[in-house]
């Protein structure tokens, strides 16, 4: 039986990792390394869905190199819309908002992606990067959806 600290402490993590489903996967070379594709709704904007495709280490691979706790920070994304477009509260300043966000080691890196509404472009940007506590990374990858000339409803009455 789990302590009841740890699952309110893991439950922000369990909430948002539930978001990614994987689509698919499949092994690009002979230690079993993999490649993952997962779809993520964008929790606050209905009609928008990102595919992000990451690398999980096989054992061969673990084994040979030593370290087990630990993939790489490789991703890429890609977003569009799927559905009509129903915007909720979203952030609007530079700094945007995390819609996920998924472990990649026991403890210092993490992938996640954000969403920047460009208000003067009439567009959603969705950057996937990797955060790292010990050293700083600078792997990312972007993927956008125009508003312009979709028929948007704004939950808050208009866009404003």
Known sequence: MRPAWLLVAASPLIALAAAAEEVGSFTNDWSGNEIVVEAIEDPKIKGITCHVTHFERGLIDRLRKGNWFEDPSNASIACRQTGPLVIGEIER???????????????????????IYD????????????????????KMNISTVALHGADVIWENGADQ
Do not use: M
């Open 93 to 115: 300043d530079e700094a945007g908002e995390e819609v996920f966000n998924e472990r990649k080691s026991l403890v210092f890196k993490n992938l996640a992606v954000r969403r």
């Open 119 to 138: 208000e003067a472009h009439q567009t959603l940007v969705y950057v996937i990067y990797s955060r790292e506590v010990v050293e700083g990374s600078a």
